[in-house]
C-alpha cells in the first residue's frame, strides 16, 4: 500500500471532510471546486452529478498522489446526501 495513504488519512483525521461547491455552466456540465482543501484547491467537472461523484473522488485521490487503483483502500465517501463533502471511512 502506498505511503500517501497514511498521508491521506491523517489529513481527514486531522482537517475533517473537504467540502466542494457546484456551479452548472450553460452547456449542461457540473464543475466541483473545494472550499477548505488545506493545500491549494481541487476542481473537477462532469456531465452529471453521478459522475461527478466520481471525478471528485478521483480528484481527491490525485490531490494526494493515490493511485486510482488504491482507491478501495483510500475508501473515498461521500457524507450526506444534500451537501458534497468528503472524507475517509476511519
Given amino acids: 500500500m502506498p505511503a500517501e495513504i497514511n498521508d491521506f488519512t491523517r489529513y481527514f483525521a486531522n482537517y475533517g471532510p ?6 452548472e455552466k ?5 464543475v ?3 472550499t ?5 484547491s481541487i476542481i473537477t ?10 471525478e471528485i473522488k478521483d480528484a481527491i485521490l490525485t490531490a494526494f498522489e493515490i493511485p ?5 483502500e483510500a475508501k473515498v465517501i461521500q457524507e450526506g446526501s444534500r ?8
Fill in 18 to 23: 473537504i467540502n466542494f461547491n457546484i456551479e
Fill in 26 to 30: 450553460k452547456d449542461g456540465t457540473f
Fill in 32 to 34: 466541483a471546486v473545494s
Fill in 36 to 40: 477548505d482543501f488545506k493545500y491549494g
Fill in 45 to 54: 467537472s462532469a456531465k452529471n452529478m453521478k459522475k461527478l461523484d466520481e
Fill in 68 to 72: 486510482s487503483a488504491f482507491a478501495n
Fill in 83 to 90: 451537501e458534497l463533502r468528503y472524507a475517509t471511512v476511519k
